[in-house]
């Protein structure tokens, strides 16, 4: 039997009617503000993901294990606080919460240019920049997760990721190339300027969503228990069918992701000597197919039902990989092969997140959903690191070669559990399912 809806659902419908109707979410001022904001933060993103391979590699020439270990440090802090700031962030308003991340990520990646302006820039220090901003990545994704349920109603956090998603990957396709032709004039360090500013661009924007459900907590509201709430949230994502599912793949996925990600640079800018621009070019190319598959796959989410989207994408991600490590065995070809890698890995990796898109939302309740977001979140991010450590130690006693071979054989252990999974028979959500 479906679930009546919510009271918050209701509110929304009754207050934009419009938007209940419309199937364009940007039809919500407070959505596109936060639409905007999203925009200056993807940039940013982009371009730091861009200049830190390019300076630890080639200007402060660090070793393939300090490669994952900063690689390691700019996830740690799903690792570390990813649980308690569920707790946190359903406790305290999330708005609040974006604009300070927004400012700590403006911080911390401010302190780069000035270093290197004044000749102290090291590798440690990149170390440091990727803990903080990690840190402010935690409180920033389960705040965003948490604040869009209060911005549209729940059926429609689906088109708003959706939204969200098609211009990420449209800024995907832009930034790194022209950060990769930038650096032919400017030292990478110095792409650091344009994340500054993106950030606190994204801070000024966020300060102006008016969150109407959003209060702030009263002071005589009586303390909760902290570990109860936290296990509150544990225990949602362990006896929801989907939660579990989506979550074990994403831990497994996200494990041997980490080793790829931290090792192609490596590959690509020390072993194969590919210069910069010609770096970010294949970055651009897997943006490219991401697009493509942000057009495609939300008729093709329609057509073959969300859940079993997500399930056949889900397979198709290690074949993706593969040429990959190919590139590193057949170095005569080896930049067609990155290339081809990039291109089936931006449109997989795409296509999986618009099958999934608001799934999480629809079958989590809403005083959850914040501890349910972070508890996922400190497995399947924390996942990440910790496969990229294991793919610099692995390279350091073997090649990097190795490192991505075993990275493409880890990927295939969630086809395991697909195919064990009651999961392989549904096409879309079960009404029962849903909050």
Known sequence: MAASPSAQDQTH???????????????????RRLWVANAMRNAAAEVAGFALPVTALLLLHASALEVS??????????????LPAGVWVDRWQKKRILVISDLMYACSFGSIPIAYALGILTVPQMMAVAFLVSTSGVFFDVAHASILPQLLPKKRIADANARLQTSQTAIQAVSPSV????????????????????????????GKIKVVQEKPPTSGAPQRRFLREAAEGIKVLRDQPLLRLLFAQAALNNFGAGMMLSMMPVFLLKEIHLSPWMFGLLSTLGALAGFSASLVCPRLRRSLGEIRMTLVFSALTPAALIAAPLASVFRDVAVPLAAAAQICIGFVVVGRAVATAGLRARVTPTQYLGRVTAAN????QGATPLGSVVGGLIASATTTSVSLWVGVLEMCIPLIILINSPMRSLRTLPPEWEA
């Open 179 to 206: 950060a990769g032709v930038l650096t032919s004039t400017i030292a990478a360090p110095l792409l650091y300027c344009f994340t500054l500013l993106c950030h606190l661009g994204s801070a000024l924007v966020v």
């Open 13 to 31: 419908a009754s207050r934009s009617p419009e938007l209940a109707e419309s199937s364009d979410v940007l039809r919500h001022p407070e959505f």
């Open 69 to 82: 270990v900063i690689f390691f440090c700019s996830r740690l802090g799903y690792l570390l606080i990813g």
């Open 377 to 380: 979140n400190v497995v399947t």
